[in-house]
């Protein structure tokens, strides 16, 4: 014990950073465990929409969205996750799949689902890029019609760049 305390006299700065890191872990750990939502892996997502059929949220940028998102999935960013929207509460039941491009806005969106009534919330760790790097299918197929998706193939064929718009690639 006398070996441990003239170390930690003569480390005062070593040891003061490894109480501190102690402290940021506990802290991360006891945030992580009171949570309302789960995150899952990819292979676990995969389950989740193959048994549950979930409502799955991209809660990337448009343009985010419009690169690639997991099939079926709507984009709905955090600032239009308000208590007014009406169709996403009608769903309060169903489970929810929420993930953005890397993993950092999802658990936002995750907290305020939650906070809207919603009892089964999960998110994809690592978001989409993670989703991609575990080789799963993406769909690059334009729902909403808008302006921009006619413009991705003003020089194309209408034919091809239909074709195109509507792939389903797997990376």
Sequence with gaps: MEQFLEFVGNNLLLSGLFVAVLLAWLAWEFARLA???????????????????????????????????????????????????????????????????????????????????FTQVYVLAGGLAQWVSDQQPVSRKKGSGKGKDRKAGAGKSRKKASSEAEQTVED
């Design 35 to 117: 949570r309302k939502w789960k995150e899952l892996a990819s292979v676990e997502a995969v389950r989740l929409i193959n048994r549950e059929d979930p409502l799955i949220i991209d809660a990337s940028s448009s343009g985010d969205y419009a690169k690639g998102h997991i099939i079926n999935a709507v984009n709905i960013t955090l600032s239009r996750v308000e208590a007014g929207n009406k169709e996403l509460l009608k769903q309060r039941e169903r489970p929810v799949l929420v993930y953005c491009k890397n993993g950092q806005a999802s658990p936002q969106v995750a907290n305020k689902l939650v906070g809207l009534g």
